[in-house]
């Protein structure tokens, strides 16, 4: 206790990095407060009986990531999914449209430019899902205003809802702690949390329910599964760089032996959203097509089923591979190695370190592929173990994956911040390490890690 008080008065000394907190939390209490507005000509109550009879539903996963403002009908209902689904088409553009490849060569002024398309492909996205989202998830009972003129006002506020969160997250990133994206989503998942807990304490504590023992087995589970997910994310695999000796002058340079930091989850979480946006594609089809419904495509519309999960798991062990294919480039690896005078100890430089980084990656990929399906479908296996829907959500998935990632890089950045005016770290022995605080290799692009 006496070492956390201690810290805590560090941090607070250092002002810039009180200011940024400050500002952080700040700009995440107005997110939050957008969040329980509601579109103008909605009336709350019916939403309210709407709210009470969701099921088993990949909505669910959905309004856990807008904070529960996709349920309420809220001005940010749509939250950040937009702008991530826009990153990720421009990132892919990047890496198959040789005009985007120019732009990510160009620098600062390339990355502005992959920034404004970004932006615009949002804007179109939002306005897109906006308009679904009146279609689809807004009862009649509860609409208070006449077509088309609630359809056209709610789209407008939905996506102008969106571009703000998406300001604010930039701001939290300029000006605050963190990256502000990610805290945001990161906000979102947190405050379903008391919901969920209290939601599972009533449940146990009820006449059928088992009683406290249940629910604190239930606890030991999250903190092993939060361990794992954390072995998984941090999880990295070494290999050996050595530098040959160069004279400059007078001093002798290079010499050194480091490490590139090939890492056993480089796909993150991406892998798990490709595959649940492909595994909405069912549930679209019955709420468009009803002619189409079936006993397979509703089990596919339920989290909770098998054949979901199986579904679930062998796409996420695909997309991780690929993913990973198109980002982590091996050969360009050799080359930075090859034009830095480094080599790895015993390998050829050249086409044999190529194929031996190939040969590493494909091989560490594998297990991390299984254990990112595992944790994706974790929540799944929770429910059907008897823990309530809404605290099942915590057992895996993106949402634990997310809440793990983004609060090690918190922690890190803050860390640094101490340890750069010389206070103590947050832990007493060892450092906090990021997602992105792996040692770097000479002269190599790291965003290819």
Same mark, same amino acid.
């Given at each position: 206790m006496?070492?956390l008080?201690?810290?805590?008065t560090?941090?607070?000394?250092?002002?810039?990095?009180?200011?940024r907190?400050?500002?952080?939390?700040?700009?995440l209490?107005?997110y939050?407060?957008?969040?329980?507005? %509601?579109?103008?000509?909605v009336?709350?109550d019916?939403l309210?009986?709407?709210?009470?009879?969701n099921?088993?539903n990949?909505?669910?996963l959905?309004?856990?990531?807008?904070?529960?403002?996709f349920s309420?009908?809220?001005?940010?209902?749509?939250?950040?999914?937009?702008?991530?689904?826009? $990153?990720i088409?421009?990132?892919?553009?990047?890496?198959?449209?040789?005009a985007f490849?120019?732009?990510?060569? #160009?620098g600062?002024?390339?990355?502005?430019?992959?920034t404004?398309?970004?932006?615009?492909?949002?804007?179109?996205?939002?306005?897109?899902q906006? %308009?679904?989202?009146?279609?689809?998830q807004?009862?009649?009972?509860?609409?208070?205003?006449?077509?088309?003129?609630?359809t056209?006002?709610?789209?407008?506020?939905?996506?102008?809802?969106?571009?703000?969160?998406?300001w604010?997250?930039?701001k939290?990133t300029?000006?605050?702690i963190?990256?502000?994206?990610?805290?945001?989503?990161?906000?979102?998942?947190?405050?379903?949390?008391?919901?969920?807990?209290v939601a #599972?304490?009533?449940s146990r504590?009820?006449?059928?329910?088992g009683g406290?023992?249940?629910?604190?087995?239930?606890?030991?589970?999250?903190?092993?599964?939060?361990?794992f997910?954390?072995?998984?994310?941090?999880?990295i695999?070494?290999?050996?760089?050595?530098?040959?000796?160069?004279?400059?002058?007078?001093?002798?340079?290079g010499?050194?032996?480091q490490y590139?930091?090939?890492k056993?989850?480089?796909?993150g979480?991406?892998?798990i959203?490709?595959?649940?946006?492909?595994?909405?594609l069912?549930?679209?089809?019955?709420?468009?097509?009803?002619?189409?419904?079936?006993?397979?495509?509703?089990?596919l519309s339920?989290?909770?089923?098998?054949a979901?999960?199986v579904t679930?798991?062998?796409?996420?062990?695909?997309?991780?591979?690929?993913?990973?294919?198109?980002?982590?480039?091996?050969?360009?690896?050799? #080359?930075?190695?090859?034009?830095?005078?480094?080599?790895?100890?015993? !390998?050829?430089?050249?086409y044999d370190?190529?194929?031996?980084?190939?040969?590493?990656? $494909?091989r560490?990929?594998?297990?991390?592929?299984i254990?990112?399906?595992?944790?994706? !479908?974790?929540p799944?296996?929770?429910?059907?173990?008897?823990?309530?829907?809404?605290?099942?959500?915590f057992?895996g998935?993106?949402?634990?994956?997310?809440?793990?990632?983004?609060?090690?890089?918190?922690l890190?950045?803050i860390e640094?911040h101490?340890?750069?005016?010389?206070?103590?770290?947050?832990?007493?022995t060892?450092? %906090?390490?990021g997602?992105? $605080?792996?040692?770097? %290799?000479?002269?190599?692009?790291?965003?290819?890690?």
């Amino acid at each position: 206790m006496k070492k956390l008080i201690t810290t805590l008065t560090n941090i607070w000394k250092i002002e810039d990095l009180r200011n940024r907190i400050i500002t952080t939390l700040l700009l995440l209490l107005i997110y939050r407060i957008g969040c329980h507005v %509601v579109l103008p000509g909605v009336n709350p109550d019916a939403l309210a009986v709407k709210s009470g009879s969701n099921g088993n539903n990949i909505l669910d996963l959905i309004n856990m990531f807008a904070g529960g403002s996709f349920s309420r009908s809220a001005i940010f209902a749509l939250g950040v999914m937009p702008y991530i689904s826009a $990153s990720i088409v421009v990132q892919l553009l990047g890496i198959a449209v040789p005009a985007f490849q120019k732009m990510q060569k #160009e620098g600062e002024s390339g990355r502005k430019k992959m920034t404004q398309i970004t932006r615009y492909l949002t804007l179109a996205i939002t306005l897109v899902q906006a %308009v679904a989202y009146v279609k689809t998830q807004v009862p009649a009972e509860a609409k208070t205003l006449a077509e088309p003129l609630f359809t056209v006002l709610s789209a407008i506020v939905l996506t102008a809802g969106t571009l703000f969160v998406m300001w604010l997250g930039e701001k939290i990133t300029d000006k605050g702690i963190g990256n502000g994206i990610s805290l945001v989503i990161m906000t979102g998942i947190i405050a379903q949390l008391p919901a969920g807990i209290v939601a #599972e304490w009533g449940s146990r504590m009820s006449p059928s329910g088992g009683g406290p023992i249940p629910l604190l087995l239930e606890f030991v589970a999250l903190f092993f599964v939060v361990i794992f997910a954390i072995l998984v994310v941090q999880g990295i695999r070494k290999v050996p760089v050595q530098y040959a000796k160069k004279i400059v002058g007078n001093k002798q340079v290079g010499g050194v032996r480091q490490y590139i930091p090939l890492k056993v989850n480089a796909a993150g979480v991406m892998p798990i959203i490709f595959a649940q946006a492909i595994m909405f594609l069912p549930m679209a089809l019955s709420q468009f097509f009803p002619n189409l419904q079936s006993d397979f495509l509703a089990s596919l519309s339920n989290y909770t089923s098998v054949a979901y999960n199986v579904t679930f798991a062998v796409l996420i062990i695909a997309f991780t591979f690929f993913y990973t294919a198109i980002m982590v480039n091996p050969q360009q690896m050799s #080359e930075d190695m090859k034009k830095n005078g480094g080599f790895i100890p015993g !390998i050829k430089p050249g086409y044999d370190t190529n194929s031996f980084i190939d040969g590493v990656i $494909s091989r560490i990929t594998f297990p991390g592929a299984i254990f990112i399906a595992a944790i994706a !479908i974790m929540p799944a296996l929770a429910g059907k173990m008897g823990v309530n829907n809404q605290f099942a959500h915590f057992y895996g998935g993106t949402s634990l994956l997310i809440l793990v990632g983004v609060v090690l890089d918190t922690l890190q950045q803050i860390e640094s911040h101490l340890l750069m005016r010389h206070y103590d770290g947050l832990m007493k022995t060892g450092r %906090v390490k990021g997602r992105s $605080s792996a040692a770097p %290799v000479e002269g190599m692009d790291q965003s290819a890690i």
